[in-house]
């Protein structure tokens, strides 16, 4: 899911799906709707930091399921 505008609380961007390699995304923090009940961060929080294909995402934020991803740490920044 990615904002309709930037860093909004709206998740409806038209674009619901991209493939490997169309965005470049940097982990911000773990998600999950629920504040009730049990919380498992089933979604990482993104900032979409580059993309050829779709260049008026760039600094939007995105929610990914964390089952679809792979996060990669860089002690270099």
Do not use: C
């Not at 993104?46 to 990669?72: C, F, H, M, Q």
């Amino acid at each position: 899911m990615i904002n309709r505008e930037g860093q909004s609380g709206y998740w409806d961007n038209p674009i619901s799906k991209v493939k490997k390699g169309d965005l470049t995304m940097h982990f911000i923090d773990y998600f999950d709707w629920d504040s009730m009940d049990q919380i498992d961060y089933r979604y990482y929080r993104v900032r979409i930091v580059a993309s050829d294909k779709y260049p008026d995402l760039v600094g939007n934020d995105a929610l990914i399921e964390t089952i679809y991803a792979v996060v990669y740490f860089n002690e270099n920044g």
